[in-house]
């Protein structure tokens, strides 16, 4: 008897889909994290600076969010968008 069973039933054991998906929330992470977060904490050093930077890293961490729903939703049209959106901010900041 063959381990392997040919059907209708094959399928690989991670989509593509999913694991494109984990990549992309995985990369937004590291964006937010590298190119919004971090930045926005250092020049957080008075209530000046703190007053200017740290509503985009909030507007960063809801977008975010939105990454996190779109891949739990399987919305990749959404997921793609709030990607693009994010790595906007992430090099305007």
């Known amino acids: ?20 998906r984990f990549v992309l929330g995985l990369w937004d992470g590291l964006v937010w994290l590298l190119l919004v ?7 957080s050093l008075n209530l000046a600076g703190f007053a200017l930077h740290f509503p985009y890293v909030l507007i960063g961490l809801v977008i975010l969010g939105g990454v996190y729903y779109a891949i739990l ?3 990749d049209g959404h997921l793609l968008w709030f990607s693009a ?5 992430g090099t305007w900041m």
Do not use: H, K, N, Y
Request: glycine share 6%; hydrophobic share 60%.
């Open 1 to 20: 008897m063959s381990a392997f069973t040919v059907g209708e039933d094959d399928q690989s054991p991670i989509p593509l889909r999913a694991v494109l």
């Open 73 to 75: 939703a399987l919305a």
């Open 37 to 43: 977060a971090l930045p926005g904490i250092w020049q």
């Open 85 to 89: 959106v994010l790595f906007l901010l």
